[in-house]
């Protein structure tokens, strides 16, 4: 069965400095792997996803990851924090070829920003 | 905006009794998704409806229920409610069934369980 890892359930960062959270999957075919964003009281909005292709993904709000077959991660980088990126962070993967298309999501990420 | 409209966003309701939550996908979406985000389970797949038909069943309790009309709106029904049903529930919708498509998550109706 497919699952996903996130092994840092709290990130303290400072404003402006990088970031990288961490995402690993169990999934024996080709993984479809996502990030999602979830801010205090709102949904969840798709940060990226990564299908096939370039094993670099660009998202929204400057974050990117690199999906990594031989370590079977998908971290989600970006360079410089903001505040407003505070929030919990969920790495996620899909199932393929049987029509189901349920999510299985990570236990998440919480991030706080310090000024 | 993601497109999918939840209601209503908060309830509270004692224990024992019955609600229902509703969704309206994106319009054009066929495929409906239910999620349940709580504290100590993070967030579970409940069941995906795709036109109409259930397509997948995840962690749903035999008290709940759900369904897709027509119209592709959908509601999930709780009964019989526990303190432990406390929680967030998300519908999500995309386009189709196919692994490829972006699935969009409305924000949410929180439920609370007295």
């Known amino acids: 069965a497919q699952s996903v890892t996130q092994p840092d359930i709290h990130i303290t960062v400072s404003e402006g400095a990088s970031l990288e959270l961490r995402c690993n999957y169990s999934?024996?075919?080709?993984?479809?792997l996502f990030w999602y964003v979830q801010s205090p009281g709102q949904g969840l909005q798709l940060l990226l996803k990564?299908?096939?292709?370039?094993?670099l993904v660009q998202g929204i709000k400057g974050f990117e990851a690199e999906f990594k077959r031989s370590q079977s991660s998908f971290n989600l980088r970006k360079p410089s924090v903001h505040w407003s990126d505070a929030a919990e962070y969920f790495c996620a993967v899909v199932s393929e070829g049987t029509g189901r298309r349920a999510l299985t999501f990570g236990s998440g990420t919480r991030l706080q920003v310090q000024p | 905006d993601s497109g999918v409209t939840q209601t209503p966003k908060h309830l509270i309701t004692a224990t024992g009794q019955r609600v229902t939550l509703r969704c309206s996908p994106r319009?054009?979406?066929?495929?409906v998704y239910w999620y349940q985000q709580s504290l100590d389970q993070g967030l579970q797949f409940l069941i995906q409806y795709y036109n109409g038909e259930e397509r997948a069943k995840g962690n749903i309790l035999e008290r709940f229920s759900a369904q897709q009309f027509p119209d592709l709106h959908s509601e999930l029904n709780l009964s019989s409610l526990e303190l432990g049903d406390s929680a967030l529930y998300f519908c999500?919708?995309?386009?189709?069934?196919?692994?490829?498509?972006?699935?969009?998550f409305g924000e949410g109706s929180w439920l609370t369980v007295v």
């Open positions: 319009s054009g979406d066929l495929s």
């Open positions: 999500a919708s995309s386009g189709t069934t196919g692994a490829g498509n972006t699935i969009y």
């Open positions: 999934y024996g075919a080709t993984p479809y």
């Open positions: 990564y299908f096939s292709g370039d094993t």
